[in-house]
């Protein structure tokens, strides 16, 4: 039916290799997209401010660390520390007079060197031991953020990130931050989309099934564990940047502590690994689930006349939470990104219920 | 009924749906004002946050139930941020759009976050015992309002408390503060230090790594320091941790004291008994006495109104929500005064709450004024001490030291005039 993928036939390889080879997929992406572009001017400001500019950001950074825990295979639960030097770095160069585009870049740039330092830990060691040595990396950074009044702003903690432009366009009010990260968010899941399909993507999906194996198929370990963490690295500053110039306006050492690391590694698992489409859903649920709970819990109340102690009021949706993401790990394993397929496979084939592979 | 995925899904979808409808029927009607409560009920300040809420919505229960504020009626809505920043942006930016005119995160890091927002959208951030101590700069900082001694406030009072006690000199005497070792816990350094050069005292400190659950390697060095004043600072755990190793280490309790964070149940943790003497700082008079409180339990507890168990009334940070509810309602009066027809915007309700003039609450704090370029309220506050039942105060309101507290105070504001917008 609107999936039909009967009398399409492609005739050249360029159109088989296309990224999106189904019309219909194409027309979803173009739509998505026309609804980003048209949403501040159909949409309440609240849901661009609080729910799509979030997303986006979010997204965008969870991309870069599904890219090593994805796509290499290389477990990091100091990303959020990563974000951080990106963020701090940009801002420090902002302050300094850099415009925004070249201090987006020198966030991401300190990033990758810090990170590729720590992920060459991951040349030696795997799976939980690698977890460790990255959950070291966090601790180092906030540590080091902490204790130096140069890099953390003083008894204050807090550093103001001053009116920037980002191509000729000041970074203010409620559309150009927006739009601002919703051009690099593209950028970005291009780019993802896109390097699983050069050698490099192949050769970290070598390196992610078996590192030795792929070494023995002429893949140098060495040079591509780094270049994973260099790249996840680079992405995690750059959205740094982003995040501290689009969203907070503000920065300070707790919000890059070990809960966004978590957060991170929770939306990319949830999403489904290894998925670009998914933590964009993994994002909206580990985001936004606690929020929507915590007014639905308030809205029953509410309608109903339940007075709800205000502490069970505020746990109750945490609870939720909890059974949410279990209940979406326990029914689909793969990952909210694997949903989605299944919702698509089955109209690719509507009315029938299967078709021949 | 069998859970499926297609249920899980369609479920979820339809619950976040269905949460979006309602978002602009709280808009503002005439005649209210429209306060918004994010606050951390479910991660790091819930020691605090409870008993703060709960005396909070008494109060504006209280003043409502009495028929409001010369005609307007004050509406809190409460929620939950759980110190997630996102999660209080989302909360901030939906107030705004519901048209509150007031916010009280109770959060550091989230008003830290906030603060470039309230001053682009004129509206009011309360941050008692939270946020930037420089916000006290009212001319810097127009719409942050902490109205409550901050914590350079409070280690000049307990410095001046301890020259008293002292007969009248410091000269040659040891103090020792053990504290967090976050921007939080060092905020208080460069008062102590500035004041030790001052006064003639050697001072030293302890920081602990956060959250401060094993203080053991710290106090053994306190104790070997031979402080005569010893000032402890933390939050949450660290707080009654800290106390526990004091004992331990069998310091003088008479001579130990914290900030404003030490209450009622921390001295349950500890041991009633073993704390007796210690002191803390006090904004407002705790206990069910000052005639407020006696007014909430008749009118509002009494009536089976309350916003939460009757045994949390007049506890410290109970109290303490009174005295920030009472202070933002004292500063809705003082608006209706100077514009009694509105309308109810940010701008309105500041010039009400910066006109704040020897506020008193019937007695529960001391004298506040509120002026456009202090936002502090004065900086008055007392010291008391824990005598096993309950926070008896030893001394009278007073202030002090508030040249050196201001000069910290001038010198971030100015920073952060100098870089920020």
Known sequence: ?????????????????????????????????AFLIAAPFILDRLYIVSYLLPLIIWSSAALGLNLLMGGAGQIHLGYGAVIGIGAYTAVHMMRAGIPFELAMIGGGLAAGAIGIVFGASALRIKGLYLAMATLAMQYIVDFVIVQFPAISGGSQASLQVPPVSFLGFPIQGDRTPYYVALFICAMITLFMLNVRRTSFGRALVAIREKDYAASIIGVDPFRYKLLAFWVSSFVGGLMGAVLATCYYRAISPDQFHLDLSIQLVAMVIVGGLGSVLGVFFGVSLILFAPILLNQTIALVADTTGLTLPMDLRAHLPLMLYGGLIMGFLLLEPLGLAKIYSNIRNYFLVWPFRHSRQ | MKLTRRKLVAGTALAALATQFPVRMALAQDK???????????????????????????????VNGRGGINGYKIVAEVSDHANDQPRAIEAYERAKSQGAVLIDPLSTPVARALVPRVLEDKINMITAFSGRSDAADGTVFPYVLPMSPNYWTQAGLLVDYFKQQDGGSLQGKTICFVHIDTPFGKEPLPIFENLAAREGFTFKAFPYTPPGNDQSAIWPQVRRARPDWTVFWGAAVGQTVALTEAVRNGLDMSRVSSSVWLSESDMDVVGRDQTVGVMKVEPCASGRDPKVIQDILAEVVGKGQGAGPEDKVGTSYYNYGVMMAALMLEGVRRATEIAPDGPVTGDWLNAGLTSITDFTAEGLIPPTTVTPEDHQGGGMGRIARWNGEKFEPATDWYQANQDVVWEQIHKYSAEFKATGK
């Open chain 1, 1 to 33: 039916m609107f999936f039909r993928r009967a009398g399409i036939s492609h005739t050249r390889y360029q159109q088989e290799r296309q990224l999106w080879p189904l019309p219909i997929d194409r027309l979803t992406v173009l739509a998505v997209l």
């Open chain 2, 32 to 62: 209210q004002v429209l306060f918004s409560f994010p606050q951390d009920f479910t991660k790091i300040y819930t020691f605090v946050t409870s008993e703060y809420s709960q005396g909070q919505r008494d109060y504006i229960s209280l």
